[in-house]
């Protein structure tokens, strides 16, 4: 196999702003593997939060040998970004040597589009409430908080500007416990459906003791199937990203291993373009919230993009992933 590995932007088509900073462009990792004439691809977001950069992932790809498969890979690189890229590289390689979509080859249903979350920045309640107005066809509205008594004033802001849209909301780690029980009561009684990681992910240990009336779903606190157990009594649902599982063959196992256990599922990603969204959309379906919207915060996508309409988001062309 011959792998190479590029570095790309791609620039938002506004600023994007969480708890932990602003970015105004999505800097991604494109790995492609050829084979037999054929060549797969595959991309990963690097992610600060996790100690990763574009050099470090890049590094982790270049020193794989020149030949394994998605099993072997399993064990020869950690669960992150690097093995994303090259999984979801290798899917793509074997679906066209195979001349089969990648949805056959992993024992699925046809595909299908899914309703997804629109992502809001953290903004004042004012700059918050015009974007949710801009958003309101949207169903499902995803709005990013940060911490303290502002944020009632932003949902606030948000159910003013959407008021038919589902409305659920992402910490960050932002919050408190104390936070947690005072703001959960009033964001329920404003229609908010579920809150992404409230807590600190080495702090989280609090959600055990609290009356979680604001269901609650783990992020930061769940990568792929050994932190499930660590997660029992303390949330409801499990957000899966290909940049925490590693790939597509984690996130499918551990999205059956979530759901026999309980969980409710919910699949995330990073700001990245439509190839990295491509492969989620397997994992999307029939999922209890899906969040792909990254080429939506985009300016400029690949060529053959991810199609959204009032369905959602649907599955790749071929001539993109799959």
């Known amino acids: 196999m011959d792998i190479t590995v590029t570095h790309d932007r791609f620039q938002l088509a506004q600023v994007f702003t969480i708890a932990r900073g602003s970015r105004t462009e999505a800097k991604v990792i494109t790995v492609n593997i050829t084979k037999d004439g054929q060549t797969g691809w595959g991309e990963c977001v690097p992610y600060a939060r996790y100690d990763e950069t574009m050099d470090s992932v890049a590094a982790q790809i270049a020193a794989l ?36 979509p990648v949805w056959e080859l992993a024992g699925l249903n046809p595909l299908k589009p899914e309703i997804t979350a629109f992502t809001l920045s953290l903004a004042d309640p004012e700059v918050m ?8 066809f949207r169903p499902l509205l995803k709005t990013k908080l940060g ?15 959407a008021s038919d849209a589902t409305i659920i909301v992402d910490a960050n780690e932002g919050w408190t416990p104390e936070l947690y029980a005072t703001l959960a009561p009033v964001l329920v009684d404003l229609g908010v459906t579920m809150v992404e990681q409230p807590l600190p ?30 997660l029992k009594g303390k949330y ?49 379906q029939g ?10 915060l985009l300016g400029e996508d690949r060529e053959n993009a991810l199609y959204y309409d009032a369905q959602g988001v649907h599955p790749a062309d071929s001539k993109l992933w799959g």
């Open 201 to 230: 992910a080495g702090a989280d240990d609090a959600l055990l003791k609290m009356d979680r009336v604001l269901p609650v779903c783990a992020d930061e606190s769940c990568h792929d199937r050994t932190s499930l157990p660590k």
């Open 287 to 296: 999922a209890a919230v899906v969040d792909l919207d990254g080429p939506l």
């Open 65 to 100: 040998p020149k030949q394994f498969d998605r099993m072997e890979l399993l064990d020869l690189l950690p669960a992150g970004a690097a093995r994303n890229a090259v999984d979801c590289a290798l899917w793509d390689l074997e679906a066209k040597l195979a001349r089969k």
């Open 236 to 284: 409801d649902m499990v957000n899966i990203k290909l940049d925490k599982t590693g790939g597509l063959t984690e996130a499918l196992a551990l999205r059956s291993e979530a759901i026999a256990q309980g969980f409710e599922v919910m699949i995330g990603c990073m700001v990245g373009s439509s190839l990295a969204m491509a492969p989620a959309v397997l994992l999307a």
């Open 129 to 136: 409430e015009k974007e949710a107005a801009k958003n309101a």
């Open 147 to 161: 911490g303290g008594d502002a944020d009632v004033s932003r949902i606030k802001a948000v159910r003013a500007g």
